[in-house]
């Protein structure tokens, strides 16, 4: 699981879970964007994902590692 990759929806809803709040329900213009980590050693995981929403007013830009860091905002 470490190295395969998500599509959008898996990616949402692994966010939504760790995040607390259903996306696709409360944020508007969610925006993902797949890095692939394959050459950087430190890396936990191959795969991260930059995605970006509007919440309440304000936008939030998280980095997501869904199966070991989480989500980092930044």
Request: charged content about 25%; aromatic content about 14%.
């Amino acid at each position: 699981m470490k190295n395969s990759k998500l599509n959008r929806k898996q990616a949402i809803d692994a966010l939504s879970m760790a995040y607390g709040i259903d996306l696709f329900k409360f944020a508007n213009g969610i925006r993902v964007k797949v890095i692939d980590h394959k050459e950087n050693v430190l890396a936990p995981e191959r795969y991260c994902y930059k995605i970006t929403f509007d919440l309440c007013g304000a936008k939030h830009k998280l980095g997501f590692w869904p199966n070991t860091v989480g989500y980092q905002s930044y």
